[in-house]
């Protein structure tokens, strides 16, 4: 979380269960997250549910969602997980407009259109921009009145910043120890204005979905998130663009929410 926003003891006692519980149960597997197979997802989405954090999340405030979110996409949490928490629920849920991700560990699925379970939903697979997701369009479906779809767009704005501030607090670390010509590549001017400006830029954005609901700010967060991930790599050099760290699976889930929650895709 890149500005310090006060936090209540509630929140707080809920980060700290989700961050060691992950320690423990998901970050060991570090830039290894892509392959973990459904038996291991399921078993982490029920431990995360066993603390109780769906059931808070359900009840939660705006900032409150939006904080957590954030701590989602930091996590890198796998897809099912992530959309769930977007969607504030308590079961396996998907979420998306045209494109839903995950409807094979779903068992309900979250759109414009209301709420629905997968079982009553027709759809196709499609080729996902991440590989460790798989995504399905949607074709039709028996939908159920769903409150407020804004808060998906909300807490998908929320993940992908929380996406965007990991890969830049590894580039500013990288930056501190990587030394060029005698001296921390950070130094550098060329290095020091991209990070600033990627972190103003972020910080901007987090301003907008925390008082904005409309969808614009979540178009406006895929691209400053995009922007800083795409200037994390290039920051790293040669060993950002390999699968020795995990900063392109970062990349890759940003671009995978943009593309499940896109309005304008057709």
Same mark, same amino acid.
């Given at each position: ?43 982490? @989405? ?71 379970k997968v079982s009553e939903v027709e759809y196709d697979e499609i080729k996902s921009p991440d590989p460790s997701v798989r995504v399905y369009k949607i074709l039709s479906g028996k939908w159920s009145p769903y409150d407020n779809f804004n808060f998906v767009f909300l807490n ?59 969808? @614009? ?46 309005? @304008?895709?057709?």
């Open positions: 979380m890149l500005l310090h926003v006060e936090e209540d003891e509630d929140i707080k006692l809920i980060v700290d269960s989700l961050k060691e519980l992950l320690d423990r149960e998901w970050n060991i597997l570090g830039s290894k997250k892509h392959e973990a197979n459904s038996e291991k997802i399921l078993d982490l @989405f029920y431990k995360l549910k066993d603390i109780g954090v769906f059931e808070f999340l359900g009840n939660s405030s705006i900032l409150q969602s939006v904080l957590i979110n954030e701590f989602v996409g930091e996590n890198l949490l796998p897809g099912i997980i992530a959309t769930t928490f977007m969607a504030r629920e308590d079961v396996p849920t998907s979420v998306g407009i045209n494109y839903a991700l995950e409807l094979d560990k779903a068992e309900y699925v979250v759109t414009p259109k209301g709420i629905a998908a704005s929320a993940q992908m910043l929380g996406h965007a501030t990991y890969c830049l607090n590894k580039a500013i670390e990288y930056a501190k120890t990587r030394i060029a010509f005698g001296k921390p590549i950070g130094s550098y001017q060329a290095i020091k204005h991209k990070l600033v400006d990627d972190a103003i830029g972020l910080e901007l954005a987090r301003s907008r979905y925390l008082i904005d609901t409309d969808p @614009f700010s979540f178009e406006y967060s895929f691209k400053k998130s995009f922007r800083a991930i795409l200037d994390s790599i290039q920051v790293h050099g040669g060993i950002g663009f390999t699968t020795d760290i995990d900063l392109h699976l970062h990349l890759k889930r940003v671009v995978l929410i943009n593309k499940i929650l896109t309005p @304008f895709v057709s």
